[in-house]
């Protein structure tokens, strides 16, 4: 992570809470935010289960350093903007939940930056990877003037389309996609904890994520997607998604056959990708990497093992680009489903925020 100036003329770092903070990727954001420049943890909420006690007792902490001493004593709060202070909130909800307590939190003027499925296509709610589509952000105004409140939801994607989308925004933008197929084999550690049970998983594949082909068909659309006029106009082109779980601890690996309106070669599909800079206002923010997405040339990568890790877990690993005897090319795309997929989203749409000014008042 790259040391900014806190933007604007503000002095202290932003006070924030990590609702969900026990979880898989409530964790990731504790790594996160540990030492950020510009955010501060002052508050981690949970259920009733972990309301009460101390951070350390109510984790059980999944990998990495442990956290700070001041993290692990903090005690762990309830999920109620009654009882948080911290303006903005980085929500790690479970599904089942989130609906409501986000919608709370939002109606009590707080900024939420949500990673649940709950509010992703709403039309009036940005879907964001900052550098696909960082102008989506347009929408937080045309959602406070249609749900009359202060604050804000804005969303980020389901772990694979995020993967996806990276690949493909530089080849939609150039060549316009007509059609794709893509079969993911997706990280256990996207289930959450304790997620799928190892008897299950070990030396096996399991052929089913429920809900996640339609919300990754759907998602990839109105992420790639175009903003005008205070709306988003979900692209158009027809997707047929499989989803896997596989014994991978995280990454998910895509394999997509893509159709084009103007047909690329493999090298110039390849040029393409390596030229893209993403969104230029996401340029310098301490956690985008240099570069958002990597080609490999390497016949046998990307790999879960070898590449997951690739700038902080931001980086999104493409490999095998090759012409596609049923569509034009195909291509396998691979990226850190809780860090890219999931937490580390999160704190890079809440940089873009700040960079532009969107955090000023909170
Ligand atoms: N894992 C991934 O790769 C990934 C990627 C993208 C998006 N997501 C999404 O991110 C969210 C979190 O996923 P996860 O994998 O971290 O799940 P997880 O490990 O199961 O964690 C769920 C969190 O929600 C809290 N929670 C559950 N019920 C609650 C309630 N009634 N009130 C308040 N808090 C409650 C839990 O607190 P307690 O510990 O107190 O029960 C825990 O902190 C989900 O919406 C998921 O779909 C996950």
Same mark, same amino acid.
């Given at each position: 992570?790259?040391?900014?100036?806190?933007?604007?003329?503000?002095?202290?770092?932003?006070?924030?809470?990590?609702?969900?903070?026990?979880?898989?990727?409530?964790? =990731?954001?504790?790594?996160?935010?540990?030492?950020?420049?510009?955010?501060?943890?002052?508050?981690? !909420? !949970?259920?009733?289960?972990?309301?009460?006690?101390?951070?350390?007792?109510?984790?059980?902490?999944?990998?990495?350093?442990?956290?700070?001493?001041?993290?692990?004593?903090?005690?762990?709060?309830?999920?109620?903007?009654?009882?948080?202070?911290?303006?903005?909130?980085?929500? !790690?909800?479970?599904?089942?939940?989130?609906?409501?307590?986000?919608?709370?939190?939002?109606?009590? +003027?707080?900024?939420?930056?949500?990673?649940?499925?709950?509010?992703?296509?709403?039309?009036?709610?940005?879907?964001?990877?900052?550098?696909?589509?960082?102008?989506?952000? +347009?929408?937080?105004?045309? %959602?406070?003037?249609?749900?009359?409140?202060?604050?804000?939801?804005?969303?980020?994607?389901?772990?694979?389309?995020?993967?996806?989308?990276?690949?493909?925004?530089?080849?939609?933008?150039?060549?316009?996609?007509? %059609?794709?197929?893509?079969?993911?084999?997706?990280?256990?550690?996207?289930?959450?904890?304790?997620?799928?049970?190892?008897?299950?998983?070990? +030396?096996?594949?399991?052929?089913?994520?429920?809900?996640?082909?339609?919300?990754?068909?759907?998602? =990839?659309?109105?992420?790639?997607?175009?903003?005008?006029?205070?709306?988003?106009?979900?692209?158009?082109?027809?997707?047929?998604?499989?989803?896997?779980?596989?014994?991978?601890?995280?990454?998910?690996?895509?394999?997509?056959?893509?159709?084009?309106?103007?047909?690329?070669?493999?090298?110039?599909?390849?040029?393409?990708?390596?030229?893209?800079?993403?969104?230029?206002?996401?340029?310098?923010?301490?956690?985008?990497?240099?570069?958002?997405?990597?080609?490999?040339?390497?016949?046998?990568?990307?790999?879960?093992?070898?590449?997951?890790?690739?700038?902080?877990?931001?980086?999104?690993?493409?490999?095998?680009?090759?012409?596609? !005897?049923?569509?034009?090319?195909?291509?396998?795309? =691979?990226?850190?489903?809780?860090?890219? +997929?999931?937490?580390?989203?999160?704190?890079?749409?809440?940089?873009?925020?700040?960079?532009?000014?969107?955090?000023?008042?909170?």
């Amino acid at each position: 992570m790259t040391t900014q100036p806190i933007p604007g003329k503000r002095k202290n770092k932003w006070p924030v809470a990590v609702l969900g903070a026990t979880g898989a990727v409530g964790q =990731m954001f504790v790594r996160l935010l540990a030492d950020h420049p510009w955010f501060e943890i002052v508050e981690l !909420a !949970a259920s009733e289960r972990s309301a009460g006690k101390k951070y350390s007792e109510a984790t059980r902490w999944l990998e990495g350093s442990p956290p700070s001493s001041t993290i692990q004593s903090r005690r762990v709060i309830a999920c109620d903007p009654g009882v948080v202070s911290a303006p903005i909130v980085f929500s !790690a909800l479970d599904a089942t939940v989130a609906g409501e307590v986000e919608m709370a939190f939002a109606k009590a +003027g707080k900024f939420v930056l949500s990673n649940a499925k709950n509010y992703r296509m709403e039309p009036d709610v940005p879907l964001v990877i900052p550098e696909v589509n960082g102008d989506h952000l +347009g929408l937080i105004d045309c %959602q406070r003037k249609r749900r009359g409140w202060s604050g804000a939801i804005v969303t980020n994607a389901n772990c694979s389309a995020t993967v996806a989308a990276v690949a493909l925004a530089p080849l939609h933008q150039k060549y316009g996609i007509r %059609q794709l197929f893509l079969s993911t084999m997706q990280a256990v550690s996207g289930a959450g904890y304790p997620g799928v049970p190892s008897l299950d998983i070990l +030396g096996n594949v399991i052929p089913y994520i429920a809900d996640e082909e339609p919300k990754l068909e759907r998602e =990839m659309l109105k992420l790639l997607g175009t903003y005008a006029d205070g709306e988003v106009s979900s692209a158009t082109f027809k997707v047929s998604a499989h989803t896997n779980r596989v014994p991978v601890e995280h990454g998910h690996t895509i394999c997509m056959s893509i159709g084009f309106e103007e047909v690329p070669t493999p090298e110039e599909a390849i040029e393409t990708m390596r030229k893209w800079e993403g969104f230029p206002a996401t340029k310098g923010l301490p956690t985008r990497p240099e570069h958002p997405l990597v080609v490999t040339d390497q016949p046998d990568r990307p790999q879960p093992k070898r590449d997951v890790n690739a700038g902080g877990g931001m980086t999104v690993t493409v490999g095998r680009v090759r012409r596609d !005897a049923i569509l034009d090319l195909r291509l396998v795309a =691979m990226g850190h489903n809780t860090v890219r +997929g999931a937490a580390g989203g999160s704190v890079l749409n809440a940089e873009l925020l700040a960079k532009g000014g969107s955090l000023d008042s909170a």
